[in-house]
Each structure stands twice: as C-alpha cells, then as structure tokens.
C-alpha cells in the first residue's frame, strides 16, 4: 500500500449499532486525524494523535472513540450510531517533525449512512 | 470563536484567471493552505503560506496577509480538470487546522 487506506468505501448501517471504520497509513507519520465532511461545512475534526499512544479530542468528539495502538493504525468507532452521523469520514496523517508545516494527506474517504 | 469565511460558489471561463478569497479569524496562527478537492474524492494539498506574500507553483499562486486576516488563491489558464472545490484552512496556536466550507469552482468552456 501507498499513502492512506480507508475501510469500508461505504457503509449502510442501522441507527444503534456499533461501527469501526478503519484507517492505516505506510508513511510512519506520526501525527493522524479523524474529520467528517459534511455538506456545507468545512472539515470537522473528530479526534487526533500527535504519537502513537495518544490521542486527543477535536471539535466535534460525542459518539465516537479513538485508539492508537500503533504508527501506522487508527480506528474511529462509533459506540451506537445515530442519523445525525451520516457523513463521509476522511482520516488523514502528517509529519509534525516536519516542523510547522505539518501537511495533512488524505485517504480517500468512507461513506457512511445511518438509518 | 475561530471563522473562515470564503465564497460558496464561482464560475469562471476555461483559459481564464480566477481569484478565491479566504479570510479567517484564528486562535493563533501558524500558517495558510489550500487544498483541492474534486467531486467524491479526497483533498489534496496545493499551497502553503506563513510569511506575507506571494507563492507562485507552475498555474496556481496563493497569497497571504497576515495583518488583514487574509488569502487568496489565483488560479490561471483555467482548465477543465480545475473544476473542484477548493479549501482553505488555517493551522492554529495548538496545530490543528481549521478549514472553511470550500469554494466550488465551476468551470465553463
């Protein structure tokens, strides 16, 4: 693999059941970042990483859960899905030894639905 | 409250100048970028700005004034593959970025 991958493409998922959506990069970034992307609105920060073993909340955490058990992983879960969940997920990465430059990379998106 | 302000929507001419416009209000500031993203896809990096000025890459430029709150970025010779929308985000005092709801660029022939 190359860059971020993302699991599923897309999901159809019943309001109440529990979700993982997957995400692993082969860059060895160390940063890393869950956003959702909602119609207009800008990208909206879910959780992050700044290192493999932390993990910290971003602007709109409820419902969901993070861990980091690695460099290259970083799962989001959604405990019991709502509707108001139904957005397309972008996970991304970034080298923040990079300096302040920290360029974020993308992969290509899951998009979820909950009935 | 962190804001970026950029327009919903232009529609520009292909082999013409387009100019997008950002402006933003952050808790600190660490640098500007613009991203790209096509229809279905996910963003992809364009341009960086931290210093005041302008940075020129091959057709697209993106300028930045700090003291006014303020960016844009020119896009020249339009093609159509520039059809997409395009983000600007803001990296604040603690790192993170705060992104604006992008500018859908459509570009007609």
Known sequence: IAGITQAPTSQILAAGRRMTLRCTQDMRHNAMYWYRQDLGLGLRLIHYSNTAGTTGKGEVPDGYSVSRANTDDFPLTLASAVPSQTSVYFCASSD???????????GPGTRLTVL | GQNIDQPTEMTATEGAIVQINCTYQTSGFNGLFWYQQHAGEAPTFLSYNVLDGLEEKGRFSSFLSRSKGYSYLLLKELQMKDSASYLCAVMDSNYQLIWGAGTKLIIKP
């Open chain 1, 96 to 106: 923040r030894d990079a300096g302040s430059y920290n360029e974020q990379f993308f």
